[in-house]
């Protein structure tokens, strides 16, 4: 199943490789949502879905909660005068200063599909700052949306950060981390998700939880970019690398090839 979110960092299209390291359980757990392709594309019996992005979680809340009629609502967004660039930036203030749960949450998908390249970035005072992208018919993506919408009665939604998730994993939880990337090279760290910075430290303080739910008998999987600091921090797992075609940037001559690694505790 697609997800009905362009996303940074998707895992879409390499679920193979995941679904093929991920162990059973009764649970999933994903502290990293994203636009919840791993959660999309398994068959556990419950979920537990958390992301910091809170305008992320919202949304999946609203597709839970009202389905069709949101569908139905959010789809009159797309129209050929909200697709120029005065319709985007009056809808992008809009947005950054809706209270309105659901005409935020359809307001997201409207600049998700809008917006250069489907970036999510706020500025430092958490407003959404991508600008216009220029696409000639953007399309609401109705059918998956009515897929997410079904596949989220087994699921909790839940705005927090990965070591609150993660610290309610219990016996029969699987755990599948994808944390932002660590960064490639000293200058090419994109991290510009939420407000909140994820840095080294972060990435550290994610292996040593992992390391610490395998210790209780939780497994735990994380993907990353493959350099030597993650296989360094992730040393106590079993690690998996492959190539993949990777768009994170948003200059196309750096749209490079990066390897990508999968370490699995447990
Ligand atoms: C690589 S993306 C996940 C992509 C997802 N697996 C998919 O296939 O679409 C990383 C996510 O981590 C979230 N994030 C960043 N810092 C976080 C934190 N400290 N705790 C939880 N989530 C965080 C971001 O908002 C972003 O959605």
Redesign the pocket.
Known sequence: MK?F?K??????KIMERILATLPTGRRLI?????????FLNTDFEEYLI????AD?INLFKQIQLHGDDFIHYGSTLFTPENNSESGFYTLRSEFNECADLTRKSALFIYLNRHCFNGL?RYNSKGKFNVPFGRYSKPIFPSEAIANFHKKSARAIFEV????A?MDKATEGCVV?C????APLTATANF?A??Q?K?GLH?QRELASYAAKLTALGIPVVI?NHNTEFTRSIYSEAKLTSFDVQRFISSNSNNRNKAAELIAVYG
């Open positions: 997800p979110l996303w940074a960092g998707s895992k879409y994903e502290p990293f949502a994203g636009s919840g392709a791993v958390a992301d910091t992005n992320l999510c927090a950060d990965f070591k998730t599948y994808d944390p932002p990337y991290t998700y939420t909140d994820f972060e993907s």
